[in-house]
């Protein structure tokens, strides 16, 4: 099937099950009760001894299916806790799910009967939690003496039935972020077919408790000689909610901006905490908790930039896609002074667009796919900037429109044409620039973009005008900051910001980052990094910060 962007979700906002579309998995939270009593739970507060109707949740299976998707996971709440749980494994494989895994705490599986039933039932994983490889600090964590026991027993059943049947997850708490090392060995010496480093999540509902929650700058050792002794003991493990940059060399492992934008859109659902972060006057939802010690910080404190740059009008431009801007959008683009960027596919949809609200004199910038077959001279007179995706008739659209800038965006499409039209671009100087085609998914940067040091390493950009890019990639060309554009996309129909639309033009190109040399860089202060994305698809090593003294 087509992957779908992370958007288009059917998501029941009442169970918190639904299909990830996105994501290729349904995902059902089946119980809202537990059996352990974690003290950083993201679900405590949701707890309410519900369990969902087997008919609900069959329903969601079946739709699953009718989108093509192929895994299933059932959560909770803790969902070995659903007295029909067996009979859903069943059904799952049934309908013909090939992945079923199950997000538990395990205490089930230490009864060995439990496991067999499980798998005959259709399980392929049990994706199991653990607060530390130490009984007292596991339990005093999920607040029940004995747990450890328990859940370290499921863990040495299932693996005595089939490695690949368990994955373990350890949640990175305060009590074990210095112990990585030493927890990776423990896993590996179960056996576990995999495991996973989850940084603790910090939510508005757990109080910012310093013997729970860590700034991450410890974590940064620990976890890379954890990483190293895991490659070493041939242990698959995947890392989660830490700071990208640690991970420089071990791109592969990261995968928060994946599963970013799920996580946030649940808790927004759920609590309104972004959108809290941005009314005025209403103080944050999480107010009490050490945002240095919050891995949402980045997203945070873009979100609150935006909304004091939307407040105070401070951009280069407005960007208007009249596909994704709806009625509120409009208005408070019809509100501001600033110039305006139009984005889409279609240049006649567009100039109908603008003719008809009355800003053809407004437009300075377009975005679009491909260069445009004609002048665009008459259709936008105050025109100062094209930007681009594709070169079929950009010689054209050049020729055409001398005195209009022409952003090529640098990409799979594009860089064989700038590779060999080097001098046509030099000749005509800023007004032929290179610039980057960021991507909200990891997927699109991987298949899209293109490796930025691999491309300027093989030619000579002395001449050149790049918008964006770290000077560090080349060094001998001319060298543009990021115009500050503000998309009106962000708002909602009421014309009030709308967190989960800024958590996609976020993950697109708002979450920039650099590496740890770069505070050596005497351009840093000009220098924004490049998107996560990128950096995640082609490596942090693109940056070439100095030399270490
Ligand atoms: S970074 Fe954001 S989510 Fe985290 S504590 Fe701060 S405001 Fe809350
Ligand atoms: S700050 Fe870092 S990314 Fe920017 S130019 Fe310097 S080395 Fe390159």
């Not at 700034?215 to 890392?239: M, S």
């Not at 070169?391 to 499409?413: G, K, Y």
């Not at 005008?465 to 060298?479: D, F, M, R, S, Y």
């Not at 014309?495 to 639309?501: F, K, Q, S, T, Y």
Request: aromatic letters at 6%.
């Amino acid at each position: 099937m087509t992957a779908l962007p992370p958007s288009e979700v059917c998501f029941d906002d009442e169970l918190f099950m639904g299909l990830r579309l996105g994501y290729g998995e349904a995902f059902l939270k089946v119980t809202r009760q537990c059996n352990n009593r974690c003290l950083f739970c993201c679900d405590r507060t949701f707890q309410d001894g519900h369990i969902f109707p087997r008919d609900r949740a069959i329903a969601t299976l079946e739709e699953g299916r009718r989108h093509g998707l192929e895994n299933v996971v059932f959560s909770g709440g803790e969902p070995t806790l659903h007295p029909e749980i067996l009979s859903l494994l069943e059904a799952a494989g049934e309908l013909g799910y090939r992945r079923i895994s199950l997000i538990t705490n395990g205490r089930y599986f230490a009864y060995r009967e439990a496991c067999r039933r499980a798998v005959r039932a259709g399980m392929t994983t049990a994706v199991i939690t653990l607060l530390s490889d130490r009984p007292e600090i596991h339990d005093h964590l999920c607040g029940v003496p004995g747990a450890f026991a328990q859940s370290l027993r499921a863990v040495r059943n299932l693996v005595a039935m089939d490695p690949s049947l368990v994955s373990v997850v350890i949640t990175v708490t305060r009590p074990v972020v210095a112990h990585l090392p030493r927890i990776v060995r423990f896993l590996h010496g179960l056996g576990v077919g995999g495991a996973a480093l989850h940084r603790v999540a910090p939510l508005p509902w757990v109080a910012a408790d310093p013997a729970v929650f860590f700034p991450p700058e410890i974590a940064r050792q620990p976890l890379r000689h954890a990483i190293d002794l895991a490659q070493t003991l041939g242990l698959p493990l995947t890392i989660k909610n830490f700071p990208p940059a640690f991970l420089e060399g071990h791109e592969h492992l990261i995968t928060e901006s994946e599963e970013f934008f799920p996580e946030v859109r649940d808790t927004e659902r759920r609590v309104g905490l972004f959108r809290s972060l941005v009314v005025p006057g209403q103080a944050a939802i999480c107010q009490d908790l050490d945002c240095a010690t919050c891995y949402r910080r980045p997203f945070c404190d873009y979100l609150r930039a935006l909304a004091r740059r939307w407040q105070t009008g401070d951009g280069d431009r407005i960007l208007v896609d009249p596909q994704r801007c709806g009625p509120g959008a409009l208005a408070r683009v019809k509100d501001s002074d600033l110039p305006l960027a139009l984005a889409g596919a279609d240049i006649d949809a567009l100039a109908r667009f603008a003719r008809e609200r009355g800003w053809r004199d407004r437009v300075t910038h377009l975005d679009l796919e491909h260069p445009p077959g004609t002048s665009l001279e008459t259709t936008f007179p105050l025109l100062r900037a094209l930007a681009v995706r594709h070169v079929e008739r950009l010689d054209a659209s050049l020729a055409m429109n001398p005195l209009v800038t022409h952003e090529i965006r640098l990409n799979q499409h594009t860089h064989a044409w700038v590779a060999t039209h080097l001098d046509l671009l030099k000749k005509r100087g800023d007004g032929a620039v290179l610039t980057l085609d960021p991507h909200e998914r990891l997927r699109g940067a991987q298949a899209e973009e293109i490796d930025l040091r691999a491309f300027f390493r093989g030619l000579s950009a002395a001449g050149l005008t790049l918008v964006g890019l770290p000077p560090c990639l080349a060094p001998e060309a001319k060298h543009l900051p990021r115009p500050r554009v503000l998309e009106a996309r962000v708002f909602d129909t009421e014309g009030a910001i709308d967190p989960l639309e800024v958590c996609h033009v976020f993950l697109r190109d708002g979450w920039l980052d650099k590496r740890a040399g770069c505070a050596r860089c005497p351009q840093k202060n000009a220098c924004d990094g490049l998107p996560v994305n990128t950096l995640i698809a082609f490596g942090y090593r693109q940056l070439r910060p100095p030399p270490t003294g």
